[in-house]
């Protein structure tokens, strides 16, 4: 006998995921320069010097020193390190207790939402969104209910998440640089959800006769990687908020799975966040993040991203695709460029892409019709070799 909803999870795969693994094969079959894959949010970027310095010094240490386990929560001195930097950055004064070492972005966020949601209750998603959110949502046994973010700007759209909200809603999801469009929430649009938020939480606690506050859990993985934007401290904007974290962008390390949960200690009620937290991780099979890599985030806290290589992408990639008739959202942050699909029908849109080896991912798998997303963290190579491409794409449509 196996679980039917887990091999149904096994067997529907990602979207993305499974563009990467074709363009593998295309990679081995005609060559990888031939293939133009912008499916993965993988950092072409090596990580910075400051991480092999670290890892070198860590092995010179006693075994159980650099491979052994740290406690569940993680090792006491790097949550030190991650809490005092950001003390530094934002005005704050966290300790180690308003930290929980996580298994990468992914744990983070399946952690959070499993220690605030009850089977039944809902989380607000903005649309477009990434769509593992659903996966873990569900997971959580909880509801997924995707709120259209504002179509011309892809900010939050504050009225929009405002009619969503019931009683069941336990939640919502930011994440901002945005996955998939690169938008970065202002300060003004976060201060308009809040709002809703505060509202609802009042109208609620009336109601009940007790607190019963939505959680809103700001996913960060891309807080580092922005082209002049001010990207919002969210805790400070609101007081229920967890933030996710993941050091697989800001120091190009995907593969090594390791990150954060911050849930500060403010009150009785974010206390019993924090043990929830822990006691999903332990559910799940979290026994602590990976300790080479805990003390990489201790060496490389304050290290700051290759900024300047993304950018050069982005703008390589958005003059040429101006230049012959596209359209996009012009990137505030991340690493994607959200481009309008030139028909209505995104998939197939995508399909004609694959033509000339041109690798997009659909929105469709993002929640909205009609766009593509474009990951530009490759190697410049791979999207000079493009061009020519997207330029023949272009003129299939007639531009």
Known sequence: MINDTMYARGAESSVIREIFTYANERKAQIGAENVFDFSLGNPSVPAPDEVRQSIERSL????????????????????????????????TNYTMA?????????????????????????????????PEYRVWIETAGAVCIEVLADQETFQVDPEAVAAAITDRTA????????????AVYTRESLEKLVDVLERANAEREARLGHPQPIVLISDEPYREITYGAEVPWVPSLYEHTVVCYSYSKSLSLPGERVGWVLVPQVSEGARRVMTAVAGTARSLGFVCAPSLFQRVVMDCVDVPSDVAAYARNRDLLTQALSQMGYTYVEPGGAFYLWVRALEPDAEAFCERARVYELLPVPSNSFGVEGWVRVGYCVAPEVIERSLPAWKRLAEDYGL
């Open 98 to 130: 308003d930290v929980f070492m996580t298994v990468g972005a992914a744990a983070s966020v399946s952690c959070t939402l499993g220690a605030v949601t009850c089977p039944g209750d809902e989380v607000i998603v903005i649309a477009p969104y990434f």
């Open 171 to 182: 939640a919502v999801i930011i994440d901002s640089p945005n996955n998939p469009t690169g």
């Open 60 to 91: 010179k240490l006693l075994p159980e020193q650099v491979h052994g386990y740290t406690p569940a929560p993680g090792a006491p001195e790097v949550r030190t390190a991650v809490a005092e930097s950001l003390n530094r950055r934002f005005g």
